[in-house]
């Protein structure tokens, strides 16, 4: 490195495990351009690896893991870590998986703004970090354990200060909506990164950091973050903004399950219905109150949104973390299963087993209704009966997915293809884009999430861009980043104020994870969304503390253009594994059948989305981005963008 660097390490980790090799390479000559975290591992995982071609459970793929330039400070909910990289759970490929807790601080503190894994080992391995200590152990002992085992054996091994990601038999086995965990409420849980993770003969990666993080003005930035902490704890600072810490804070982020339910926004048995139901009440808050021990936080977190919790009596007594909204709505509400117990087991068990709760709740319930409309039977099951609300059939089933057994081999592929492989009725009952599951939202509640959803280059995930201003109900919000008040009208059509209010957010969501800050403080929930002034104060207090604590100085505008160019390069991988307009339409469902159900906004039942009209949005959103009417980024818009480089790699491999 030739200067100084702060806020960042400076510093890309690079491991090989077929070789053992372990390199580093600058990384203070990206920091400006790329930021950091995801924009970073976008640009990387671009130019280095065949994004065309590439088998995401080969060798070839790599896995970028990154902390951002905020990550491991007192900035609020600086503890978050990226990852990136080819996935094997949809099929566009595109693999972005995110978590809280305490890794990312550890693997910056190493000294380390960015780790690159590539290769296989022969044999089981995990890779230890500590400061300029990096190696690779055996990972016998904890092959084969669950991922609770896995984490206690190796802190016990390496001492308190160690934190780690790590996969469960899930990932061993290669089920392909398997994640990584890292403690008790956190997981890289979408795209089956755990698969990847397994297919590298990679149990666990351990980081014990003791390195600081240099600040630019260090008094300045503590200053202002500070001033950030203190405000997303103010409880008159405005009243959505305060709501959001109230409720999130308490009850963590199933309290908001009613909240969401307004515009029919929360989904019930497989997507058939959906709203507010109050037979789900226990899902709310009550299992909370009744089995909660205590809340908990990510590092430097002022809101404490995590739980922990122990069922002490019934049929399934167990402990754990969590759950969150998209494990009691993808197990419960989907589900049909109204008892918390029995939701509580089976979050313990997809999070020691290491398996994706939405994608297992999406499998669970797609296999109830493929039961209710008798396009199988319980001997395509192994005589397990999977009917809705039948909790003790899921735990039943649970274990033979995880280990491959009988129809667990199947099912180990996901919902998509294993309708896909039974015929086009059977995958009329999987609500899903690109082959992956949605999770807890009834698009057809809100226009703009359809969008969203739809457009997704990872597959059904509101964590790409779910416009808040739209789903929260902020019509002066949407009205500033749209340009148009039918942006916040959640049943509005407009094509330019939908397709302008969907690329705000999908870039917006790249702020936090590019600087390793919490998207939920940040723009996701309700927080500095009160008025527009509120959005404006929340950028420059970021912009100010981007500056404090690296030195850069960033416009709002100049962010967005990182943004900008991060997802023109999602776009074109994408675009490279063959995804064009057809796959960014509304699914079976949405186009094609109601959706009844109670709450107060909105129609009932749900209409099917209006195709012509939707693919007017879609054509306003594509010419928003540059893109032609198939989807593929122009060439001309890419150049101008300064992306020279993804323009020639993407028109070779059209080409080919």
């Known amino acids: 490195m030739t200067k ?18 372990v390199t580093r390479e600058d990384a203070s000559k990206y920091n400006e351009k790329w930021l950091g975290g995801r924009c970073l591992a976008h640009y990387l995982l671009f130019n280095e690896v065949d ?20 990550g491991a400070t007192t900035f609020p909910s600086s ?25 990312g601080p550890a693997l910056k503190r190493c000294g380390y703004d960015m780790l690159v894994i590539s290769g296989k080992a022969k044999k089981p391995v995990c ?8 190696r690779l152990e055996s990972a016998a002992d904890v092959w084969g354990k669950g991922t609770i085992d896995t984490q206690a054996e190796l802190i016990e091994k390496y001492g308190e200060p160690t934190k780690l990601l790590c996969i469960g038999q899930a990932g061993e086995n290669l089920v392909r909506y398997a994640n990584v965990r890292t403690e008790t409420t956190n997981s890289m849980g979408r795209c089956g990164m755990g698969a990847v993770f397994g297919s590298k003969n990679l149990k666990a990666v351990v980081a014990k950091g003791s390195k600081p993080v240099k600040l630019f003005k260090p008094k300045e930035f503590y200053k202002v973050t500070k001033q950030l902490r203190d405000e997303l704890m103010d409880p008159k600072f405005g009243k959505v903004h305060s709501a959001s810490y109230d409720l999130m804070s308490k009850w963590g982020t199933p309290g908001i399950t009613n909240l969401i339910g307004t515009t029919g926004m929360v989904p019930i048995r497989n ?17 909370s109150k009744d089995h909660g021990t205590r809340r908990e936080a990510c590092f430097a977190c002022p809101v404490h949104c995590h739980a922990a919790y122990a069922v002490k009596d019934g049929k399934y007594p167990t402990r754990g973390g969590g759950p969150e909204y998209e494990t009691t709505t993808a197990l419960g509400h989907k589900c049909d299963i109204t008892d918390d117990k029995v939701v509580l087991k089976l979050n313990t068990m997809c999070n020691d087993y290491g398996l994706d709760t939405v994608e297992t709740g999406a499998m669970f319930s797609t296999l109830m209704e493929l039961m209710e409309r008798k396009l199988i039977n319980k001997s395509f099951l192994d005589d397990i009966d999977m009917q809705f609300g039948n ?39 999987v609500y899903h884009q690109k082959g992956m599951c949605a999770t807890g939202v009834e698009t057809r509640s809100t226009i703009g999430s359809m969008l969203q959803f739809a457009v997704s280059p990872r597959g059904s995930h509101h964590l790409n861009g779910l416009p808040t201003a739209e789903w ?9 980043v749209s340009g148009f008040k039918e942006g916040g009208d959640v049943r509005s059509y407009h094509p330019e104020a939908k397709a302008r209010l969907v690329q705000y957010y999908e870039n917006m969501f790249f702020l936090s994870d590019s600087l390793g800050i919490c998207k939920f403080n940040f723009g996701h929930l309700g927080y500095w969304h009160d008025k527009v002034e509120d959005l404006d104060h929340m950028y420059d207090l970021i912009c100010q503390s981007i500056y404090y604590a690296s030195g850069i100085k960033y416009t709002t505008e100049e962010l967005f253009e990182i943004f900008e ?43 099917p989305i209006d195709g012509v009209k939707y693919n007017k949005i879609l054509d306003a959103y594509y010419k928003q981005r540059g893109w032609d009417m198939d989807g593929i980024p122009e060439t001309k818009h890419l150049k101008k963008l300064g992306l020279d480089f993804v323009a020639k790699k993407m028109n070779k491999a059209l080409s080919a």
């Not at 065309?52 to 905020?70: C, E, H, M, Q, R």
């Not at 997802?567 to 059948?593: H, S, Y």
Request: hydrophobic share 35%; with cysteine.
């Open 79 to 103: 503890g978050r870590t990226h990852a990136c990289y080819l996935s094997p759970m949809n099929y566009s490929g595109w693999g972005d998986s995110n978590c809280g807790g305490h890794f």
């Open 472 to 480: 929260v109900n902020i019509p002066p919000v949407a009205v500033k």
């Open 565 to 607: 160019r991060s997802n023109q390069i999602e776009r074109a991988t994408i675009v490279m594994r063959g995804i064009r307009r057809e796959d960014d339409q509304p699914n079976w469902k949405c186009l094609n059948k109601e959706c009844p159900g109670e709450h107060p906004v909105g129609p009932i039942p749900l209409p």
């Open 391 to 429: 909790g003790d059939a899921c735990v039943a089933m649970m274990p033979k997915i995880v280990f491959r057994k009988g129809c667990g081999d199947n099912l180990a592929n996901g919902p998509y293809r294993v309708a896909k492989a039974l015929g086009e009725k059977a995958l009329q009952s």
């Open 271 to 287: 997507w058939q219905r959906c709203g507010i139901d109050p037979k789900f009440d226990r899902l709310v808050r009550s299992w």
């Open 51 to 70: 994004v065309a071609k590439t088998d995401p459970l080969s060798p070839a793929n790599k896995v970028y893991i990154g902390t951002g330039a905020l």
């Open 4 to 21: 100084e660097v702060y806020g960042n390490m400076g510093i890309i980790l690079r491991v090989d495990l077929t070789t053992g090799s």
């Open 127 to 134: 890779l230890y970090i500590e400061d300029d200590e990096v």
